[in-house]
């Protein structure tokens, strides 16, 4: 079976900024609109740069690499929108599961389209920005519908933390193992990866409905 090349790294720095800005977009933000501005498009050049330079390191270096990125995510939350250090680190596991869906699911298109089409054809560019405009509209859709915009937090708990936290590493993990065993990137895994991501993006949904309206009965009884 045809190996396939793996997601190129500045479609995933572009896919988890996309994760965390429609976070920063929907949440309370901590300064004016300039300023957004300007900490998002340093932090995509940023990622941009980072993912890129750490593209070929040896394996052991992998997972630090990655704790790294999942690193810059949680600080551009936390920097960029006003909510306490828990609801950001809730919303980092979300943003971080989103992103590895989203981008595993624009590779997936791509390998069936073009398995042999680099991600810099224009055809390709086309398609990450129509699969990525798709995913990201749609969450941000849905959580400004049920959220509303500008919402300062969630309430999250250190319980809530450590359990979105864990189903993000059990569904990266778990995506990642196909290709960790077998050393070459197949259909079978992308198939693999995009359905375990999507899950757990189904399951973060779930524990968010669940945390919005524990909040929503809290202010109520105030």
């Known amino acids: 079976m045809m190996a396939l090349p793996d997601i190129p790294?500045?479609?995933?720095?572009?896919a988890e900024w996309?994760?965390?800005m429609v976070y920063v977009l929907a949440l309370r933000p901590r300064f004016g609109?300039?300023?957004t501005i300007l900490i998002g498009a340093g932090w995509l050049l940023g990622m941009g740069v980072f993912l890129q330079l750490t593209?070929?390191?040896?394996?052991?270096?992998?997972i630090p690499c990655m704790t790294a990125a999942v690193a810059a995510m949680y600080l551009l939350l936390l920097l960029a929108c006003e909510i306490p250090a828990l609801d950001a680190g809730y919303y980092c596991a979300r943003a971080f599961i989103l992103a590895e869906f989203a981008a595993s699911l624009e590779w997936q298109i791509h390998c069936l389209?073009?398995?042999?089409r680099s991600g810099s054809h224009p055809a390709a560019l086309l398609l990450m920005a129509v699969v990525y405009a798709a995913v990201y509209g749609f969450v941000f859709w849905f959580d400004i519908r049920r959220m509303g915009r500008g919402i300062g937090s969630i309430g999250a708990s250190?319980?809530?933390l450590v359990s979105a936290v864990v189903m993000a590493i059990t569904a990266f993990a778990v995506s990642n193992l196909s290709f960790a065993q077998?050393?070459?990137n197949t259909m079978s895994?992308?198939?693999?990866?995009?359905?375990v991501d999507f899950a757990g993006v189904l399951i973060l949904s779930i524990q968010q409905e669940q945390l919005l309206l524990k909040c929503s009965n809290s202010l109520r009884k105030r």
């Open 9 to 14: 790294r500045l479609y995933t720095a572009l």
């Open 18 to 20: 996309l994760a965390c």
């Open 33 to 35: 609109r300039g300023a």
């Open 55 to 62: 593209g070929h390191v040896p394996i052991v270096w992998w």
């Open 113 to 116: 389209l073009w398995p042999s």
């Open 158 to 160: 250190g319980r809530s």
């Open 182 to 184: 077998s050393g070459s």
């Open 189 to 195: 895994v992308f198939y693999i990866r995009t359905l």
